[in-house]
Nanobody
């Protein structure tokens, strides 16, 4: 059974950092791309970042480029999202998802399994 579990969210002041983790089971990261998405209250789910199965291909939304870094540890079957320079507009529930294929994808339709999400709140 495919399962993804996010952790690492919380309350942080503007300019602060958090590292989100996405622990996966039921499949191996060696063969699947993984993405991070977020959804703020009253807004649609937004793509944040993705990594290919090899980790050699990554991509970021313009709104987080230069501040967020996606990485993965295949041995631990875990994907990370390091978030630095957090802004109030980064406040959202963050979700990880696994893709049908091995690539780095932007569209939610390319993903078939999702975690339950972890809340990130950036506020002073």
């Amino acid at each position: 059974q495919v399962q993804l579990v996010e952790s690492g969210g919380g309350l942080v002041q503007p300019g602060g950092s958090l590292r989100l983790s996405c622990a996966v089971s039921g499949f191996t990261l060696d063969y699947r791309g993984v993405g991070w998405f977020r959804q703020a209250p009253g807004k649609e789910r937004e793509w944040v970042s993705c990594t290919s199965s090899s980790g050699r291909s990554t991509d970021y939304a313009d709104s987080v480029k230069g501040r967020f870094t996606i990485s993965k540890d295949n041995a631990k079957n875990t994907v990370y999202l390091q978030m630095n320079g957090l802004k109030p507009e980064d406040t959202a529930v963050y979700y990880c998802a696994t893709a049908y294929g091995s690539g780095c994808h932007l569209r939610p339709s390319n993903y078939y399994a999702w975690g339950q999400g972890t809340q990130v709140t950036v506020s002073s």
